[in-house]
């Protein structure tokens, strides 16, 4: 079994870390940086997983692989992914990761951008069984931590394959597996399938974390009751309510939803963020990254889109924090018309 349970509620065991909420926040290029984890799991997140870092450890020395590769003061478990699809070097980015303090390592097998797939990574793995077996025995041999992947239900849908990948993802050590619900040829269009997901679950006694369109507590349990998965994975519907997983959570224990947090907390959350963002990163750097996260958290708001072409124009931290300040004190005030 994978999971036990615990004062009625699951608990999901990676080795030996276990995890208490059934919401896992999945790993995003951009999106996942160590502000956006550190948010997200304080907000009820069981499990974050971090940025996707080449595999290519000769790339580790640019500015983008640093900041990815940073994961000082984070809590238990850091899950670090790694992508690439040479298994020798896949092995020694898992060890360089593990000796820079990850516990928890994380393989791609499920991105389907270009850039990845070209360099025959990510979802283009799906295609060769034989190149998955090796490179998810080299990785679950080189570390003595627990290893993860996250794949797709196949490369297109007249090969969707993930059941066999998952039945070898169980026999090469891994331990615990997420699927998102569409194939690689399907890009982020249509709708994600969850049929694939359910046979997965009856393949394979990992734990399973079901991802793909879930942007709700409703979604997320219909998912669950769907697939038999152990939890689900949140990925774009987070990046607009960071504080789904909290939702989630309170919606499978108690079966009923929480209010929409308040103006005045989403205030509070947005500049707390905001601050991270600029320390993260410099208030240069920073300045420009949180522009796309300003963006996505205040997308439901009224007047959001004129703020944000307006944001997107400053160019200095106080200047950013003065602005959001009066956005939301305009709000309250009635200030700004739905």
Known sequence: MTNEYRDG???ISIGPYQLTS??????MAGVTDRPFRSMCRKLGAGLVVSEMVTSDTRLWHSRK??????????????????????????ADAARMNRDNGAQIIDINMGCPAKKVCNKAAGSAL???????TEILEAVVGAVDIPVTLKIRTGWDPEHRNGVTIARIAEQSGIQALAVHGRTRSELYTGQAEYDTIARIRQAISIPLFAN????????????LEQTGADAVMIGRAAQRRPWIFGEIEHYLRHGESLPEPGLAW????LLTHLDALHEFYGEQQGVR????????????????????RHFNRMDCAQQQRLAIA???NRLMDGGLAA
């Open 9 to 11: 509620h699951a608990v």
């Open 22 to 27: 059934r919401v896992i926040l999945a790993p």
């Open 65 to 90: 692989s640093r900041q990815r590769l940073d994961h000082s003061g984070e809590p238990a478990p850091r899950s670090v992914q790694i992508a690439g699809g040479d298994p020798q070097m896949m």
């Open 126 to 132: 799906l295609r060769d069984e034989r190149l998955v």
């Open 212 to 223: 793909g369109d879930i942007d709700s507590p409703e979604k997320a349990l219909d998912v």
């Open 266 to 269: 989403q205030q509070t959350l």
């Open 289 to 308: 990254i949180a522009r796309k996260h300003v963006g996505w958290q205040l997308e439901a708001l009224p007047g959001a889109e004129e703020f944000r």
């Open 326 to 328: 009066d956005f939301f």
